[in-house]
């Protein structure tokens, strides 16, 4: 199994910023596979899982969602089996739990591409 571990959600102003991290750890974590993609999806209550952005393994392809371009910016380490998320311009319908989820392969928007998911962590601006 690989366990995905979410930090760094909390309260925000509007036009504030957020950095999120995911930790992937699991005795399996090294061979779950040669190459893995990590996404960002969330939740906003009452609606559907959508996806914000994905990474490759190499850290060179990455995927967002029309509605976080510009604002948010993916990034990982493979060293520390770890990516962020930072969230910039924060605006109050970002409000949501965001779950970080891995798949074997390159990035998909669809959630149920995806093997492992994290617990989520919340993200609530304010206006």
């Known amino acids: 199994q690989v366990q995905l571990v979410e930090s760094g959600g909390g309260l925000v102003q509007a036009g504030g910023s957020l950095r999120l991290s995911c930790a992937a750890s699991?005795?399996?974590?090294?061979?779950?596979?040669?190459?893995?993609?990590l996404g960002w999806f969330r939740q906003a209550p009452g609606k559907e899982r959508e996806f914000v952005v994905a990474?490759?393994?190499?850290?060179?392809?990455?995927r967002y969602a029309d509605s976080v371009k510009g604002r948010f910016t993916i990034s990982r380490d493979n060293a520390k089996n770890t990516v962020w998320l930072q969230m910039n311009s924060l605006k109050p319908e970002d409000t949501a739990v965001y779950y970080c989820?891995?798949?074997?392969?390159?990035?998909?928007?669809?959630?149920?591409?995806?093997?492992?998911w994290g617990q989520g962590t919340q993200v609530t601006v304010s206006s």
């Open positions: 989820a891995a798949r074997i392969d390159s990035v998909d928007p669809n959630a149920d591409a995806y093997d492992y």
């Open positions: 990474i490759n393994w190499r850290g060179d392809k990455t």
């Open positions: 699991g005795r399996t974590v090294s061979s779950y596979a040669s190459s893995y993609a």
